[in-house]
T-cell receptor, first 110, second 114 residues
Framework: DAKTTQPPSMDCAEGRAANLPCNHSTISGNEYVYWYRQIHSQGPQYIIHGLKNNETNEMASLIITEDRKSSTLILPHATLRDTAVYYCIVRSAAGNKLTFGGGTRVLVKP | DTGVSQDPRHKITKRGQNVTFRCDPISEHNRLYWYRQTLGQGPEFLTYFQNEAQLEKSRLLSDRFSAERPKGSFSTLEIQRTEQGDSAMYLC????????????FGEGSWLTVV
């Protein structure tokens, strides 16, 4: 699976949109971009995934560039409960595991 | 609750004792995964099953670790002769291959070896 690069940390203001970038320049054509988050002391929570089209669900939006070498996770209205470590992971749909990198530690401030 | 269930959530044991963790995956999920996470690090893959077959084991899974999924449903992870370095959160996850294979995690089992 291709590797990803994320900023180690970022702050955002409560009520504002949080935009989390991820680079995955070596992504293959059959690999999806997955996002998970992990709130302190809890198991990772699935957020969203996509192949090449932009995706939206009740938690977030995923914007993937046309060349698929990078993506952005958007939390539209960040709340204090969104404070967590966010992981961007590239994996094929048939892949047998997720490989976690360092993630981005997001702190939502009042 | 229809999520991945893990038991116990917390375990404190003395060095040298054996411990066993249980995982109940989401119903009908055919893949089950075990991960380990130490403080400040991301989860690390240990092993996974498809139905009852253990298909991959990480080098992290030493001889003291054994995982089973005898009937293709729940799974157990046993650690024999625990060491202080085994202190970590052990995460279980599951997925359904024919339904996009998205992996869902449980809340984890915390192990402290004293």
């Amino acid at each position: 699976d291709a590797k990803t690069t994320q900023p180690p940390s970022m702050d955002c203001a409560e009520g504002r949109a949080a935009n989390l970038p991820c680079n995955h320049s070596t992504i293959s054509g059959n690999e999806y971009v997955y996002w998970y988050r992990q709130i302190h002391s809890q198991g990772p929570q699935y957020i969203i995934h996509g192949l090449k089209n932009n995706e939206t669900n009740e938690m977030a939006s995923l914007i993937i560039t046309e060349d698929r070498k990078s993506s952005t996770l958007i939390l539209p209205h960040a709340t204090l409960r969104d404070t967590a470590v966010y992981y961007c992971i590239v994996r094929s749909a048939a892949g047998n595991k997720l490989t976690f990198g360092g993630g981005t530690r997001v702190l939502v401030k009042p | 609750d229809t999520g991945v269930s893990q038991d116990p959530r917390h375990k404190i044991t003395k060095r040298g004792q054996n411990v066993t963790f249980r995982c109940d995956p989401i119903s009908e999920h055919n893949r089950l995964y075990w991960y380990r996470q130490t403080l400040g690090q991301g989860p690390e893959f240990l092993t996974y099953f498809q139905n009852e077959a253990q298909l991959e084991k990480s080098r992290l899974l030493s001889d003291r670790f054994s995982a089973e999924r005898p009937k293709g449903s729940f799974s157990t992870l046993e650690i024999q002769r625990t060491e202080q370095g085994d202190s970590a959160m052990y995460l279980c996850a599951s997925s359904l291959v024919r339904d996009g294979n998205t992996i869902y995690f449980g809340e984890g089992s915390w192990l402290t070896v004293v």
